[in-house]
């Protein structure tokens, strides 16, 4: 006796096609495997890339950084007889830097201090300038007042006794070490001793003790 032939519509025969379907081919997941191999190894790839970018933008802002210095500093320009034509080395170039700026602020505190010296010598004149124009308006407005009544020894008396007491003055704050600091000194004491006020009660201090001698 045959068995019989198995219908389509057999439920058997469904849910045998049905696993036969639904089943996974092995080629599938050997792609699936590959392609998911591909995208690591193609993320790997670009991590690696990017970071060769930036190592090497990072190289190439410190050569430029370099270029520059060589380019602004002077003395990265002077030939070096020791090393010939050789390019310099980054310490090298670092090393005149350093010696450049420090060179640079020398320089400064030394303007610094030839501006200040100036300034005083400025202030010295302005008060010798007001001086003379006072002494010119005096002798504008009293052009002939004591003239002919005081010998020229009481002239020279008086002069000498201004000078002494300028002298005593001068002596006590001027240095001589050097001929910078001499300098620097004289326009000091003009500008502390020689004021006006002070020039006027040197004068009437001699006038009154030559009058005492005298009289």
Known sequence: MTDPVASPEDPWVKVEYAYSDNS???????????HQESYKESYKDRRRRAHT??????????????DDL?????????????????KLS?????????????????????????????????????????????????????PH???????????FNVFQGIM???FQSFNASISVASFQELSAC????????CKPQTLREIVIGVLHQLKNQLY
């Not at 610094?112 to 002798?139: C, F, P």
């Open 24 to 34: 996974l081919d092995p080629a599938d997941d050997e792609d699936s495997d590959y």
């Open 53 to 66: 970018q930036a190592e090497q933008k990072r190289r190439d802002a410190i050569k430029r950084g370099y």
């Open 70 to 86: 060589q380019t602004i500093v002077p003395t990265c320009q002077q030939q070096d007889f020791s090393i010939g034509s050789q």
């Open 90 to 142: 980054k310490a090298i170039v670092l090393q005149k830097t350093i010696d450049y700026i420090q060179f640079l602020h020398k320089e400064k505190k030394k303007q610094e201090e030839e501006v200040s010296t100036l300034r005083k010598d400025v202030t010295a004149l302005k008060i010798m300038k007001v001086n003379y124009e006072q002494i010119v308006k005096a002798h504008q407005d009293n």
């Open 145 to 155: 007042e004591g003239e002919d009544q005081v010998s020229d020894q009481v002239k």
């Open 164 to 166: 002494d007491s300028l």
């Open 186 to 193: 004289v326009f000091s004491w003009i500008e502390e001793h």
